[in-house]
């Protein structure tokens, strides 16, 4: 079973950035479509962004323009820049496949606030 560590969440004002990176055990980057995933409280999950094996990206409304996917497939590590945070970005945030099909992390808490 592949393992995923999420990693680099913290407490960061508004108008900040964090980079949160996601850490398989196996090499899964280059051949899944990969997401990153956020929950709020009192929220579903929700995708947050995605990429696809050929690097093609999408992002969710709320965060285009100021979140940023990519992989290092070498690495088998996947990354989340976040610029322009705001509290709304307030989360526990997760990384799977699209859709998720691996057993989920533990997740890295982000909470923008002053």
């Known amino acids: 079973q592949v393992q995923l560590v999420e990693s680099g969440g913290g407490l960061v004002q508004p108008g900040g950035s964090l980079r949160l990176s996601c850490a398989a055990s196996r090499n899964i980057f280059s051949t899944y479509l990969m997401g990153w995933y956020r929950q709020a409280p009192g929220k579903q999950r929700e995708l947050v962004a995605e990429v696809s094996s050929g690097d093609r990206t999408n992002y969710a409304s709320s965060v285009k323009g100021r979140f940023t996917i990519s992989r290092d497939n070498a690495r088998n590590i996947m990354y989340l820049q976040m610029n322009s945070l705001s509290p709304e970005d307030t989360a526990v945030y997760y990384c799977?496949?699209?859709?998720?099909?691996?057993?989920w992390g533990q997740g890295t808490q982000v909470t923008v606030s002053s």
């Open positions: 799977n496949t699209r859709p998720a099909i691996l057993v």
